[in-house]
């Protein structure tokens, strides 16, 4: 987490990626467990290492800010671009995580916009998802005028 006087910045947790790290690790030891695949290690290799960089390069274009009135959405790539979503626009906060996530203290938040109506916007893989949606709900409040 980033902090600054203005603003907050999060990024997905290291270990939101646990689904991929096991990817990775069935190509790299694939091969060296089952005999069948031993030709196969060359790609496994590479297959491993294009895995390791979409998570390092995923993670590092994520990104979750929020600044006095205003909370920045950027999921990264595909098509990474920042969205601003005044607090005021904010309806709602849902946590969703799976078994797997909560007991790697993560999850994802879906932010429900007031408008366009429906309109629901994910950060996922967050640390801390109960004090995080806490946080964000305290300040949509604020800037509409609920306490």
Same mark, same amino acid.
């Given at each position: 987490?980033?902090?600054?006087?203005?603003?907050?910045?999060?990024?997905?947790?290291?270990?939101?990626?646990?689904?991929?790290?096991?990817?990775?690790?069935?190509?790299?030891?694939?091969?060296?467990? %089952?005999?069948?695949?031993?030709?196969?290690?060359?790609?496994?290799?590479?297959?491993?290492?294009?895995?390791?960089?979409?998570?390092?390069?995923?993670?590092?274009?994520?990104?979750?800010?929020?600044? &006095?009135?205003?909370?920045?959405? %950027?999921?990264?790539?595909?098509?990474?671009? &920042?969205?601003?979503?005044?607090?005021?626009?904010? &309806?709602?906060?849902?946590l969703r995580r799976g078994l797997t996530q909560s007991a790697l203290g993560i999850g994802n938040l879906a932010v429900h916009l007031k408008?366009?109506?429906?309109?629901?916007?994910?950060?996922y893989g967050v640390r801390n998802p109960k004090g995080l949606r806490d946080q964000i709900l305290k300040r949509a409040g604020a800037s509409?005028?609920?306490?």
């Amino acid at each position: 987490m980033v902090t600054s006087e203005s603003s907050v910045t999060i990024r997905p947790a290291w270990s939101s990626y646990f689904v991929f790290y096991t990817a990775a690790a069935l190509f790299l030891l694939g091969p060296q467990v %089952n005999p069948q695949y031993a030709p196969y290690r060359t790609e496994g290799l590479v297959i491993c290492g294009l895995i390791a960089a979409f998570v390092i390069l995923r993670r590092s274009t994520t990104a979750y800010t929020w600044t &006095d009135g205003v909370l920045i959405v %950027n999921n990264g790539i595909p098509g990474g671009r &920042d969205e601003e979503i005044p607090f005021a626009n904010i &309806d709602s906060v849902e946590l969703r995580r799976g078994l797997t996530q909560s007991a790697l203290g993560i999850g994802n938040l879906a932010v429900h916009l007031k408008s366009p109506q429906g309109e629901v916007r994910v950060l996922y893989g967050v640390r801390n998802p109960k004090g995080l949606r806490d946080q964000i709900l305290k300040r949509a409040g604020a800037s509409s005028g609920v306490e």
